[in-house]
RNA sequence: CGGGCUAUGGCGCAGUCUGGUAGCGCGCUACACUGGGGGUGUAGAGGCCGUGGGUUCGAAUCCCGCUAGCCCGACCA
């Protein structure tokens, strides 16, 4: 029996969008449930996201924000009080407009049915964001400029009742944080914003080899009721873009719409400058496509569930036990004494009763950077089989068992780098510079276009004239020390390729999720 | 929310046109052989066919409603 070509199908190349679907399903990582639009996150999947919280969380701290909790329900009135973010989450609110349900026979059938009764005089948005309510606790808690900065953030569900949902990508609920910021003047929220747009940055970098481009967006795709949004975009393997996160400045649009104000050290009211920011669990699903191969997911190692996953090798009986013995020692003392970026590092011994080969791809398909092999002749050897998951399938290395246990934290960071080069070769050879509204128009025909780098001075409305002919965006204007290529910069330096201004910002164009 | 497709044991599917109460592959369980590998054999377990109603002596199969999923569009983290 000949193994599979690939343990996905189909590949990336064939069905990029189903691809996806059977690689969460491999890899085990969540499930679509009876809830329209929600998704069972699995442990697996689940432990990605523990780790983004647990890290993401450390850095905010360090930044000096604060946790706090805010109600899921929120009054209908307090979303009318900021028009422009009213009309921009309008069509994707889910509304609680009772408390209770009526059980009622039905005199035919015998069955029971919940009607709902105890309608609500004012119904309740379940939050697909949370601004408005925790404006309203800012209103409240502000008074005195000594009571600012606020800096607060939440980790929480949030409820967008999307029309297309995608696993992890778009999702009728999903988890996220969501930071909340007061400050005293524009100055200081504009560095907030900006602090918190590079810990993003550099966060999907070193956390999830991820090279996002780092800019902000056209005033078109801002969020509703913001005065700037900050952005970083990833590319992903079939070369469209994913918005990983945001940070907004929200100007005073939310404290005037809220009255969050306070004395100023001038002694007159002032009207605070509030921001805001949050990522996702899309970062999930982002990290699915920009690092998974046609064997299944590949994860970063700071945030993979398992990073060493131990195969004991028990061809026969008699040196069972002894394997096994060796397998829970070696992960002993990769607990133990090793570490990674500061955790231990994460060890699976997988003794399930099964076949060597099914357990070996099982853990290929579900991404484990680094497996080792321990059988009766690694023993006597003192060596270990290692294989990662950034190599081929049937690479391995035998590696003094020692050896292995001095130089595991370097592996993972050198999947980690390779994958992170690897996403970057990728996306800067899919960037384009392009100076010419020919060229523009040209470049959309082909199936996977990637994304176009141009000069650009067009105003709203001509940008989204351009945007709907070719169902693309500007995903960002980039800001400066964006990380992307001197050379493709220099390329698109030049006239706005529409309106022919000198000088012009760049603009990264690309179809998106 | 518009347009198209789909819904049968854990997964993938056949059966639906030509109604007669369910089948295949994988997986699962047991045993045996095997053993750096997603192996082989034998024997088993598991579904009343998304859901509600209708037609009929009889429905997975025909008709209507609903729900969910997928793809394309508009919208969005």
């Not at 994860?299 to 061809?315: D, H, K, N």
């Amino acid at each position: 029996m000949s193994a599979a070509k690939t343990a996905i199908t189909p590949t990336r190349h064939e069905d990029f969008p189903e691809w996806y679907q059977q690689v969460i399903k491999a890899a085990d990582l969540a499930e679509n449930s009876e809830t329209r639009g929600c998704m069972v996150i699995k442990p697996w999947g689940y432990g990605i996201w523990e780790l983004i919280q647990k890290q993401l969380d450390v850095r905010f701290k360090e930044t000096g924000h604060q946790n706090a909790y805010f109600p899921l329900l929120i009054p209908l009135s307090y979303l009318e009080k900021e028009a422009e973010h009213a009309e921009g989450f309008a069509t994707e609110c889910a509304v609680v407009t009772h408390h209770r349900l009526e059980a009622v026979k039905d005199p035919e059938t015998g069955k029971t049915k919940m009607i709902p009764t105890g309608e609500l005089a004012e119904p309740y948005v379940i939050r697909p964001t949370s601004e408005t309510i925790i404006g309203a606790a800012f209103a409240r808690w502000v008074q005195s400029y000594r009571d600012l900065p606020l800096l607060i953030n939440q980790w929480a569900n949030v409820m967008r009742w999307e029309m297309r949902p995608r696993l992890f990508l778009r999702t009728a609920e999903f988890l996220w944080q969501e930071g909340h910021t007061a400050h005293e003047s524009k100055a200081e929220a504009i560095k907030e914003t900006e602090m918190i747009h590079r810990l993003y940055e550099t966060f999907a970098r070193d956390h999830l080899a991820i090279p996002v481009v780092p800019g902000e967006k056209t005033e078109n795709e801002r969020f509703p009721g913001a005065d700037m949004t900050l952005t970083i975009e990833a590319m992903v393997q079939d070369k469209k873009a994913i918005q990983a996160g945001t940070s907004h400045y929200l100007g005073q649009n939310f404290s005037k719409a809220q009255n969050i104000c306070f004395a100023s050290r001038e002694g007159g009211q002032e009207f605070a400058h509030t921001t805001s920011w949050g990522v996702s669990t899309r970062l999930i699903g982002t990290l699915i496509m920009a690092h998974s191969d046609d064997d299944g997911l590949v994860l970063p190692p700071r945030v993979a569930t398992q990073q060493v996953i131990i195969i004991p090798v028990t061809p026969k009986e008699d040196s069972r036990e002894a394997v096994l013995a060796a397998c829970n020692a070696l992960a002993e003392r990769l607990r133990k004494k090793t570490s990674y970026h500061d955790d231990p590092i994460r060890v699976h011994v997988d003794n399930r009763d099964m076949q060597g080969g099914q357990k070996k791809w099982d853990w290929v398909k579900k991404g484990a950077p680094i497996r080792v092999e321990i059988g009766p002749r690694d023993i006597e050897s003192r060596k270990v089989c290692v294989q990662r998951r950034d190599r081929a399938a049937n690479e391995k290395e035998f590696m003094d068992k020692e050896e292995f246990l001095q130089t595991v934290p370097n592996i993972l960071q050198d999947i980690h780098d390779s994958l992170l080069v690897k996403a970057r070769e990728f996306r800067d050879a899919n960037i384009h510079a392009c100076t010419s509204l020919e060229d523009f128009h040209a470049h959309w025909s082909s199936e996977n276009p990637g994304w176009l780098a141009t000069p650009w001075a067009g105003t709203p409305e001509e940008e989204d004239e351009l945007s709907k002919k070719h169902k693309i965006a500007i995903r960002c204007m980039p800001i400066k020390d964006a990380g992307l290529p001197e050379a493709l910069l220099s390329a698109a330096a030049g006239a706005c390729i529409l309106t022919g201004k000198q000088s012009s910002p760049v603009a990264i164009w690309g179809r998106s999720y």
